[in-house]
Structures are given as C-alpha cells and as structure tokens.
C-alpha cells in the first residue's frame, strides 16, 4: 500500500458528478486537482448498507473541504452507470456534491494497495495529498465498519497548519511549540 512521502499515481477515470442523465458523466484524472489538496476515500461496492452513510456524511462536510482548498473524490470499482443508477435511485445520494469516480479497472485501487485480498473490491481506503500530489495521510477500515469524515476534515485542518499538533487537536486550538 502506498503511504505518506509517496506520490499519488496517474489516474484517468470515469466520472458520475449529478442524476441528470445528459450532464452526468466526466473524466477525472490526477490533474483535475492540480494545486489544491486531495481527499481520495474509497468504498468496497454501492447498493450497499454502510458505504451510503459514508458518502453522505462526506457529501454533508463537502463545503467545508471546499473552503479549506480541498477537492473531494469517492471512488468505488462499480461502473459509471451503476454509480449514476444509485445517485438516481437512493434519495440521500440524489444531490451528492461530491464526484463519484468508477476505478472499474481496478488501476488506482491496485496502485494504492486498497484492493481486499479476497473480496476483490476497494478497502474502506482514505488518502489525503497535499497540492504536490503527495501523499499526506492513510487511513484504512475494515469493509465492515464506516470512517469518520469529520476525523479527515480535522487532520486536514492539522495537515494545513504544517505545525506540530497534539491529539484531539481541532482547527484554531493552540499548536505545539518546541522551545
């Protein structure tokens, strides 16, 4: 699995970004970001129980990330369409602000080292990498249990500090000084 100091990987993927048919699809690469922070977080496989919770409280903080310069990615190894067809049939997904990315390769998901042995399918994987494209923090939970998008938006804030920040520290607390 690739981790912090190494690079993000090139990536060319297809996009699902709304429910409207005629303006749902895009390509996303590596460089659709250039210059801002990027958050990767990967689900195992949508219609699924604890991948909706997830993606929605990520679509709920996306603004948040916005203001901090940061752009957002889900990304599972589901088909664009199939993307599209459960934005367009689960109500809390309808007005996801967040760019659904279809790894249906497998190509950024093997390059990252997120791929389950047995399942086959994307770990729930999180990557942050700063404006360079390198990688700045992992997380990675079992396929049973849901991430904290708000733990990501906090070490985000940490990470944007470049200071030296204690446990529990939250955005415009005290950071460490060395004396």
């Known amino acids: 699995m690739l981790t912090i100091g190494d690079k993000l990987p090139s990536f060319d993927l297809k996009t699902v970004v709304s429910t409207d048919i005629k303006t749902a699809f895009t390509q ?18 949508d219609f ?52 659904m990315l279809a790894d249906t390769k497998r190509e950024l998901s093997n390059a ?29 939970n079992d396929l049973s249990v849901g991430r904290n998008p708000q733990e990501v938006l906090r070490v985000l804030d940490a990470l944007q500090t470049d200071e030296l920040c204690p446990c529990n520290w939250q955005k415009g607390e005290e950071v460490l000084k060395v004396a």
């Open 28 to 45: 996303t690469t590596e460089k659709s970001a250039k210059g801002k922070w990027t958050v990767l977080f990967f689900w195992p496989k």
């Open 48 to 99: 699924t129980f604890v991948c909706p919770t997830e993606i929605v409280a990520f679509g709920k903080l996306s603004k948040e990330f916005k203001d901090r310069d940061a752009v957002l990615y889900g990304i599972s190894t589901d088909t664009e369409f199939v993307h599209l067809a459960w934005r367009q049939n689960h109500a809390d997904l309808k007005d996801l602000p967040i760019p």
């Open 112 to 140: 990252l080292g997120v791929l389950h042995k047995d399942e086959g399918v994307p770990l729930r994987a999180t990557f942050i990498a700063d404006p360079e494209g390198i990688i700045r923090f992992v997380s990675v």
